[in-house]
Structure formats: C-alpha cells, structure tokens
C-alpha cells in the first residue's frame, strides 16, 4: 500500500497527471473539429511536464510552495529525468514530424503567460510582479494561457480556419477552466496569502461556488451558438458541466490535495471518454 502510494503521489506530484489533463483538452479540441493524426496533444503534455516542474522549482526557490519542498528535493533526480525525456520528446517533435513550426508563433504569448505565473515581470524593490500577484489576475491569467494552449494552439498548427466556432470554443475553454480551478483556490482560501485575493478569498466559498455554476451556465449556453453542431455535442457538454458542477458542488478547504490535484484535474479525462463514448456508438 505504501508502495502504491508513492507511485500516485510521484504520477501526481511530477505533474504527468495534469499533463494528462492538457493531452486531452487538446485531443478534445481536434477531435471536435475533425482533426487527427496530429502529434499536438502530446507535445502540449510533454511541454507541461517542463514547464510545470520548472515553475514548481523555481516557487520552492523562492520560499513558496513549503509543504512540496521536502517531497521535491527528495525526488529531484526522478524529475530530472522525466523533464530530460519530455525535452527529448519535444524535440524530436519539432525537428523530426510534420510540426508546424508557424505555430509557435500562436504558442508563444500563452507560453509566456505560463511562466510570468510566477516568474515576474518587473520587481520594484523587493517586491516581485507577477500574474500570481494581482488580484482576480491568477485564476485568468492561468484560464487564458490553457485554452489558448489546447485550442487555438492546436487548431493553427493543423493550418484551421478561425471561424466563429473556434473563438467560441475559446471563450468556452476559458470559462471552463476556470470553474475547474475553483476547487483548487476553495482548497488553499485559508493558506494562500491574503494578497492574492483569490474568489474565494474575496466572495467566500457559498459565492465563489455560485459564480463556477453560473459560468458553467454561460459555458453551456455558448455550445447552442455554434453552427452545425449536434444534439450529441451538446449532450456531451451538458453532462461535463454537470460532473464539474458536482466536484465543485463537494469542494471545500477540508479536501486533501487528491480531490483537486487528481480527480478534478481527471475531468477532462472523463470529457474525452463521453465523446469516445457517443461518438463511437
């Protein structure tokens, strides 16, 4: 059992998890818009892996994230080893596929809004400005980068045509995003620094949970805009909404760090088994 435990704890902490989580996202994206054979969602996982733990590393730099610290440093060499193999993956990617180099390009302002998280931007005098820094900015700031990452990332690198679908989708993937960060902001409102002023921080956790329903509500509505979409689409994004609604729903800051970091963060595993799901049937 201990065993066990090290393995989940190292599938999770190591970031391969919420790697998994972008795969999909993006898988989702070009399987909605008929796209396949496309090695995209695996270097949008592969570049999370380097960057997650990159900005991990340097948060335990900076006398953040305490309670990782001890867990990370006596697992560096395992990291390591995961970062090298992703970078190795990336590469190979890049140098050796079909990849579409232009797409960097679309990749690179959320990339950077990935690590200005944390990095800062400017510092004046000792204190450092980063995203992570300004209110409401965090939960934004991190909702943009990711739907820009697995959806217009993906869709320009398979040459798409932006169309109003593709912009809906962004709008959508953004508020999505968001409500599946909620659990995590509910989970640290008493520990994070009162100068984050995170939702729940500000509006408390009754209202933070409110606004994720309602812009579960808009995310929803937005789905019946799009132009030739079917009854199945929709089903699919009624149900999604209604399995986030329900992690939201039991969130609290009682919750261990495996209600957010694994079960949520597995939503869009199970968003990608619903379409596999209906579509295949």
């Known amino acids: 059992m201990n065993l066990l435990k090290k ?38 996982a592969l570049s999370i892996i380097v ?3 990159f900005i991990r590393f340097y948060e335990i730099k900076n006398s953040r994230l305490n309670w990782f ?19 190795l993956g990336l590469s190979y990617i890049i140098l050796f596929s079909k990849f579409n180099l232009k797409s960097l390009i679309v990749l690179a302002p959320f990339a950077l809004m990935t690590f200005f998280y944390v990095i800062p931007l400017f510092k004046v005098g000792k204190l450092e400005i980063s995203f992570r820094n300004f209110p409401f900015i965090k939960i934004f700031s991190i ?33 999505f995003v968001i409500v599946i960060l909620l659990p995590f902001d509910i989970r640290d409102a008493k520990v994070d620094s009162a100068a984050l002023k995170t939702i729940p921080q500000i509006f408390g956790i009754v209202t933070s949970k409110v606004i994720g329903y309602v812009l579960l509500i808009v995310f929803i509505g937005l789905e019946f805009l799009k ?8 089903l699919i994004i009624l149900l999604i909404s209604m399995i986030t609604a329900l992690f939201l729903r039991f969130s609290s800051p009682k919750k261990t760090r495996y209600y957010t970091s694994f079960w949520v963060e597995l939503i869009p595993v199970v968003w990608f088994g619903l379409m596999l799901l209906f579509f295949e049937n």
């Open 7 to 44: 393995i989940i704890d190292f599938y999770i902490f190591s970031n391969i998890h919420v790697s998994l989580a972008g795969f999909f996202l993006t898988k989702i994206t070009l399987v909605k818009f008929g796209i396949s054979d496309n090695l995209v969602p695996i270097f949008v």
């Open 69 to 87: 610290r001890d867990w990370f440093f006596s697992h560096q060499k395992e990291l390591l080893v995961v970062s090298i193999l992703a970078i």
């Open 51 to 53: 960057s997650y733990n």
């Open 143 to 175: 909702a943009i980068a990711w739907a820009g990452i697995v959806v217009l990332f993906p869709l320009y690198e398979a040459k798409y045509t932006f169309n109003f679908n593709v912009y809906l989708e962004f709008i959508q993937r953004i508020l």
């Open 227 to 234: 132009k030739e979409d079917s009854y199945l689409d929709i």
